[in-house]
């Protein structure tokens, strides 16, 4: 099988003015790999019936498919049906099946039918019209000097579903692909990139597998990528070595966040947990409550800025406070304790810090702080210094008290 | 002045295999615009030097500048140098200029120079270098058959450094842009877009103000664009019309969140706050305090999962939740009234409801939320159904308790 030629047409204004960036090559090219099939180029243009018709001329003879997005609804600037048209020169025709289409959606939602939405259903002479499960307006498919072109709405939403449901199983049946490309994502926290590459066993890996980097702050995301037939053996065995080699500071698979899989563990450990977050202000609770289930696990978390909400709620004692400071090892333990007794959780953990830009000191600067932590026989308390502004150090001191939680569900799990 | 023809090159394999989406684009579009100067189209090819070859023969005839980006590092795959010298026909020479803006960059900062690094000055004959104060490898800036080539890093920081301080100010040098395009930002909440747009007073505006509109979900954005001399003097007439008609739904200016302008109204206002979470898990209180000076206004929060949470810190009496449930108007107020008294701040938020996907019942469905507000004399409490995943219910519940706080905070202000 020769390599398909596959490049990505995108086209709106909002591409090149700085409204947005193009997030949908990036999708297109992630749902096309396990398929089969690679990107080739991709090219933006604005929503400009030369621009396009210039595009395509340029793209059909060097291109065997051609997956064009946006300029597909009913408002004036989306025009490419009509551009589309004019460039190959057929003429735009009323098509039944696009009308059906866009009928049975607006009925099985019980929305009445705006007679203007049906412009959408005008497509280029000869157009296989693509249904649209998440929008309104249908994409459509056309042949044109051997090359296969697609038009897919550019709601990125709208553009995945009908890429997967449409334009895939087309390919497939018309022009099927090489070896698919097969990509397996980890996150690791807590070593350096410099720090994990060395520890990559590069030798031992099957030499078809690649190793990929990106940072995602606070973590380090490493990705295996095979393309050959036996791509999954293949990643099998990386992952492996890489378990073997990392196992300790991986902290996520695939798309997974940290917090969700450190709820994974938590829910599978049967630990209930509360939470005591100063500097955090909420967020440790917020990553581990956006996925389902963390109800399972978390009882209660206190967001405590004031003296007061750590006296009445966590009874800190003010003479801690007034001793050693709300940001001190002491109050960071006295708050996990006193949140454990108040919750009567297996497992508390306290964070009060200072993520700045004000509220430092040369004794105490900005990125100064404590976690803690209290479960039974169990009361652990430390100081760190992390760097970067507001957002960095908040980041990076829920992810450290994510780091703490995790370990402490593996060694109960263990 | 005829408007400049401006394309972007973005080289890289990481573009088109799905592992990061192009950024830059966007980001030269940004900051082109305020100095006059348009994107005509961009390009993205993979690290592949006939690729790349190919793309600059079919823009330079097209275009009267490039800006390319990616491919200029000292690893293997960083080859655009070697290719852009290849392709136009020029050799490869060490540039004495490049070497000094490296060997002065890593004297500066005390680090070893690898001779490897060199490499990054092997530029095309003829090229001037662009230093780079964000990392070593330099830049470069050749001109061919009239169109000006610029090449600049992938990374976003070092690419839009190197564009600021070298690539505008050479452009304006040699080819002056036309009338500055400048953009303001709205983001608008508690109407739809449809709604938002019957009220934009379009014949009034300028005729030279663009309106564009994109959805930040739940928010609505608009944006007033205008590309002429007196651009600023438009935009300020449009927006005084647009804040006329729909001030009342204005919830952010420019690139802020919701949070920061409703924080700002409330440091503003002096009033001291208090959440109570439930089914927001910590959302709430985590958006307020991502921005610096939440402490001046939020005293405490708390993520009450549990009932037992909302009896002890609350003081909501048990029986109300055994009558009502814990999703219920009844809890709702007894949790805002409860925070009311515990924390003594001025006015306190609750929230309770159902997130999904689980815990949803026939009478009280996935979506079904809660907000009540408490202060001196005031009592409110409202039910409200919102559609979506349990992220989109989250974060309609986290905006329409920011749009709660909003209101009480103008109406104290007024």
Known sequence: MSLIRIAVLATGDELLNGSIGDTNTRDIARLLGPAGYRLDTSLCVPDNPEQIARALRLLIPQQDVIIATGGLGSTGDDLTAKTVAQALGRPLVENQKAIEMIRRRYAESGRELDPV???????????????????????????????????????????????????????????????????????????????????????????????????????????????????????????????????????????????????????????????????????????????????????????????????????????????????????????????????????????????GPGGGSDEKPVGTVFLALAAENVNQVRGYQFNGDRQKVQQMSACMALEWLRRFAIESLS
Chains 1, 2 share one sequence.
């Open 117 to 355: 939405v049906l412009r959408q259903a005008l497509l280029p002479q000869k157009s296989v019209p693509l249904p649209n499960k998440e929008g309104s307006a249908p994409g459509f498919w056309l042949r044109q000097q051997g090359c296969d072109l697609f038009f897919l709405p550019g709601v990125p939403a709208e553009m995945r579903a009908m890429l997967t449901n449409a334009v895939i199983p087309a390919l497939q049946r018309n022009k099927p692909g090489s070896a698919p490309l097969l990509k397996r994502d980890y996150g690791f926290f807590g070593l350096s990139e410099p720090q994990i590459e060395s520890r990559i066993p590069y030798a031992d890996l099957p030499q078809a597998v690649q190793v990929g980097f990106s940072l995602d702050y606070p973590l380090v995301r490493i990705s295996l990528q095979a393309e050959t037939e036996d791509a999954e053996n293949l990643l099998d065995t990386a992952e492996a070595l890489l378990v073997e080699q990392l196992g300790d500071y991986l902290v996520a698979r695939g798309d997974e966040s940290m917090a969700e899989h450190v709820g994974q563990l938590l829910r599978r450990s049967g630990i209930s947990l509360s939470l005591a977050e100063s500097c955090t202000g909420g967020l440790i609770s917020q990553m581990l409550t956006s996925t389902p289930g963390a109800s399972d696990f978390l009882t209660r978390g206190a967001v405590t800025y004031a003296d007061s909400a750590k006296i009445d709620w966590l009874g800190v004692e003010p003479e801690i406070i007034a001793t050693y400071g709300a940001v001190s090892a002491e109050c960071a333990l006295a708050m996990a304790r006193g949140m454990r007794a108040a919750s009567a959780a297996d497992l508390s953990l306290a964070v009060t810090g200072i993520a």
